[in-house]
């Protein structure tokens, strides 16, 4: 291609300066002020966003997340083992329960059965025995049980403790008619206060995610009722020795 033939001709009569470009604001009404250049901005052209664009790419729009589950999964990794050693504690515990509630109850494994748990009772000096003696093995048993499956395990520990208590309780008082009170700890009966102490900590800590009580909030968060589960156990374990029996195991 030739560069002359992009020259005009000797007839073009046109103007050979640049064309004018026109006022932006030219085709505007009158009456309407134009963009200054300090006081208000141009309009910039306007793209809707995530329009066009592919999903996963960038401008599209995000998904949603529930912040609660991404804050139980977050809870649920902090707790690490904690849900699996509150399972052998608990378990544990339950069988040891009913196992004696078995001994008591059908004199299993060497257990002295109704007659002989009856008759302990009122050595020690529990009213109405005959009673007591269904009253505390069926609820021992009942307790483990539901120690075992994680169910209702706030209402099960507090029925234990409570039975453990008048247990420790009883000891102290066969100990004392015995004159070996002071040899009391140290005489095989610390077991007995240990499981005491068992006992108070699932109350508090909770049962674990590992049983039936796992959607309720006393396993993930125990606060109020473990409080409350505790002074209900303690509480009627005392109200049990006073009303029945009364002793003062150290008098």
Same mark, same amino acid.
């Given at each position: 291609?030739?560069?002359?033939?992009?020259?005009?001709?000797?007839?073009?009569?046109?103007?050979?300066?640049?064309?004018?470009?026109?006022?932006?604001? #030219?085709?505007?009404?009158?009456?309407?002020?134009?963009?200054?250049?300090?006081?208000?901005?141009?309009?910039?052209?306007?793209?809707?966003? +995530?329009?066009?664009?592919?999903?996963? #790419?960038? +401008? #599209?729009?995000?998904?949603?997340?529930?912040?609660?589950?991404?804050?139980?999964?977050?809870?649920?990794?902090?707790?690490?083992?904690?849900?699996?050693?509150?399972?052998?504690?608990?378990?544990?515990?339950?069988?040891?329960?009913?196992?004696?509630?078995?001994?008591?109850?059908?004199?299993?494994?060497?257990?002295? +059965?109704?007659?002989?748990?009856?008759?302990?009772?009122?050595? =020690?000096?529990?009213?109405?025995?005959?009673?007591?003696?269904?009253?505390?093995?069926?609820?021992?048993?009942?307790?483990?049980?539901?120690?075992?499956?994680?169910?209702?395990?706030?209402?099960?520990?507090?029925?234990?403790? *409570?039975?453990?208590?008048?247990?420790?309780?009883?000891?102290?008082?066969?100990? @004392?008619?015995? *004159?070996?009170?002071?040899?009391?700890?140290?005489?095989? @009966?610390?077991?007995?206060?240990?499981? =005491?102490?068992?006992?108070?900590?699932?109350?508090?800590?909770?049962?674990?995610?590992?049983?039936?009580?796992?959607?309720?909030?006393?396993?993930?968060?125990?606060?109020?009722? #473990?409080?409350?589960?505790?002074?209900?156990?303690?509480?009627?374990?005392?109200?049990?020795?006073?009303?029945?029996?009364?002793?003062?195991?150290? *008098?």
């Amino acid at each position: 291609m030739d560069p002359e033939d992009d020259l005009p001709s000797a007839q073009y009569g046109g103007d050979f300066e640049t064309t004018a470009i026109p006022r932006y604001d #030219s085709a505007k009404p009158a009456d309407q002020q134009p963009f200054a250049l300090l006081n208000d901005a141009e309009p910039l052209p306007y793209v809707q966003p +995530g329009t066009g664009l592919a999903p996963g #790419s960038y +401008g #599209s729009t995000a998904v949603p997340t529930e912040v609660g589950v991404l804050d139980e999964h977050r809870e649920r990794d902090r707790r690490g083992t904690q849900d699996l050693g509150l399972l052998v504690l608990r378990v544990a515990l339950g069988l040891l329960l009913v196992a004696h509630g078995l001994q008591k109850m059908f004199g299993i494994w060497g257990g002295s +059965g109704l007659g002989g748990f009856r008759d302990y009772l009122a050595g =020690v000096g529990f009213q109405y025995a005959d009673i007591l003696s269904y009253v505390a093995a069926g609820g021992q048993i009942v307790a483990g049980v539901l120690l075992v499956l994680g169910l209702f395990t706030p209402v099960a520990a507090a029925g234990a403790l *409570a039975y453990l208590i008048n247990a420790v309780l009883a000891e102290a008082i066969d100990a @004392h008619n015995e *004159a070996r009170l002071s040899a009391f700890l140290t005489d095989g @009966h610390e077991y007995e206060v240990i499981l =005491v102490a068992v006992v108070a900590a699932i109350i508090l800590i909770g049962p674990g995610r590992y049983g039936l009580d796992a959607g309720r909030g006393w396993a993930r968060r125990p606060f109020l009722g #473990s409080f409350a589960a505790l002074i209900l156990g303690v509480g009627a374990g005392v109200a049990i020795w006073v009303l029945l029996n009364g002793a003062n195991p150290l *008098a």
